[in-house]
């Protein structure tokens, strides 16, 4: 079955960076659009970066823009979101999340498939 495993969460000071990987399982990369999205306390789960292979569209909040890059390496089959110049308002929750279709909207709340989540806080 679908499965999307999220890591490399945790705490790191305003200024640092993080890397996130989202390892998939039980469907090939290749054909899905990727996505990763964030909810932080009390607000609403918004998209911050989602990019699909088959038209090689990429999005990015304009929040992250500049900061956060998303790749994927479908050898394996594992997509990232690099965070760098990290801020205080990057502390949520981020999540993994796949679909098989590309919408027009690239980065919805509607994906198949998501992630249990991985804590991210920004905090001196």
């Known amino acids: 079955q679908v499965q999307l495993v999220e890591s490399g969460g945790g705490l790191v000071q305003p200024g640092g960076s993080l890397r996130l990987s989202c390892a998939a399982s039980g469907f090939t990369l290749d054909y899905y659009a990727m996505g990763w999205f964030r909810q932080a306390p009390g607000k609403e789960r918004e998209g911050v970066s989602c990019?699909?292979?088959?038209?090689?569209?990429?999005y990015y909040a304009d929040s992250v823009k500049g900061r956060f890059t998303i790749s994927r390496d479908n050898a394996k089959n594992t997509v990232y979101l690099q965070m760098n110049s990290l801020k205080p308002e990057d502390t949520a929750v981020y999540y993994c999340a796949a679909d098989p279709r590309t919408a027009v909207s690239l980065c919805h709340l509607g994906y198949d498939y998501w992630g249990q989540g991985t804590q991210v806080t920004v905090s001196s």
């Open positions: 990019d699909s292979s088959s038209d090689n569209r990429t």
